[in-house]
């Protein structure tokens, strides 16, 4: 049985968001590898307590791991869904990107490890769609510039490698600062422990091009804003050779200008005419899958009468239900009135207005209270 997320960082289930930072934070400091290098249990405390503040900080993540606990949430997700190519990582396993933005205020940003040095560095690609691509899910075409492996040297960085003199093969250097020793990553050979002696021409020996490229994006049906996909190796290529980093896909979900949204819910507002509404007949309610509906409403429709239309909502991202579309019909009271119409209204107030029980109620509440 594994700790909760709010076990992880020892806070209550409803705790703010101010809390849940200021927890993570301490935290984050305490397990920091920086500060407990080759320490392996630090390190996984470190990842866990990360993954736990990636959900936790999001609104949208932190409703659905309440809602399914952390078991389903945890395998339910990124395991099933694959985290290769086109994956949907919904965990939230860029560790790395939070790293650099929590503490590069500590180390000055100066600091980074050796294989992070190495990775390629992770991008980011913000990507809208409308409402009813998000309905039906697709393959979208998006562009990013990246690092990619220099072809003319296949990313070794050229011929005939030896090991860098400066640190010996290392990476790294010691550097005497006063009392300390610092550790710094070898500038010359950027932490690979050997440079190329004849670099090739194109890459000027790093390994690696700046190219713009196209990719196809498979976005799931059901996605909302604030979703992110993370592809994984389309990132930046490391330097001579080494992985890539990732690429994550921010999405985002234009406004519709029929429907809102709320989660898989789907909420429309649909005009009714006067006579329609007091005689009773069909309307046609509009649906996202363009299809639209007809609904009979009965005589004496009032105006703010809602229904709600099951499995016409969104697809659900996780599952394969869909939600449901409420539908709010607003009654409409006619305006510019032709002398004919003028004429049968003035005709049926004279009639009398038929069953009004709320006007009927308000007036003798007027009544009673002028005292009348
Ligand atoms: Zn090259
Ligand atoms: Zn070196």
Do not use: W
Not at 187 to 210: A, E, F, I, L
């Amino acid at each position: 049985m594994s700790q909760t997320y709010y076990d992880l960082l020892g806070v209550s289930q409803t705790a703010s968001f101010d809390e849940i930072k200021r927890a993570f934070r301490q935290k984050a400091k305490a397990c920091h590898p920086d500060y407990h290098p080759n320490d392996k249990e630090a390190e996984r405390q470190f990842k866990a307590i990360n993954e736990a503040y990636e959900v936790l900080k999001d609104e949208q993540k932190r409703a659905a791991y309440d809602q399914y606990g952390h078991e389903a949430f945890v395998n339910g997700m990124g395991a099933g869904a694959g985290r290769g190519f086109g994956g949907f990582d919904f965990s939230g396993s860029g560790f790395e990107s939070i790293f650099e933005e929590m503490f590069n205020g500590f180390s000055g940003g100066a600091r980074r490890t050796r294989t992070a040095q190495r990775r390629g560095a992770d991008k980011r690609v913000d990507l809208t769609v409308t409402l009813e691509e998000a309905y039906r899910g697709l393959k979208k075409k998006v562009s990013v510039e990246t690092y990619v492996p220099c072809e003319a040297c296949q990313a070794k960085g050229g011929k005939n490698t030896e090991t860098c003199a400066t640190c010996g093969g290392q990476g790294h250097i010691r550097q005497r600062q006063g009392f300390f020793v610092m550790e710094t990553e070898c500038p010359v050979c950027h932490g690979m422990g050997k440079t190329v002696k004849d670099p090739c021409g194109s890459c000027q020996g790093t390994g690696r091009v700046y190219k713009k490229r196209t990719l196809e994006v498979n976005i799931p049906a059901g996605v909302d804003t604030g979703v992110r996909m993370r592809l994984s190796g389309e990132g930046d290529a490391g330097l001579n050779g080494s992985a890539p980093g990732d690429l994550y896909v921010f999405l985002s979900v234009k406004e519709h200008e029929l429907f809102k949204r709320e989660g898989e819910f789907l909420f429309c507002e649909v005009p009714v005419p006067m006579t329609t509404a007091a005689l009773g007949g069909e309307v046609l309610v509009p649906t996202i899958d363009g299809q639209g509906e007809k609904v009979t409403v009965k005589a004496g429709l009032q105006s703010g009468t809602q229904i709600r239309l099951k499995g016409k909502g969104m697809p659900q991202l996780k599952g394969n239900g869909f939600g449901d579309l409420f539908v709010e019909f607003k009654v409409e009271t006619p305006t510019h009135l032709t002398a004919r119409q003028k004429e049968l209204l003035t005709e049926f107030a004279t009639a009398g207005q038929g069953n009004q029980s709320a006007c009927d109620a308000f007036v003798d509440k007027i009544k009673k209270f002028f005292g009348s």
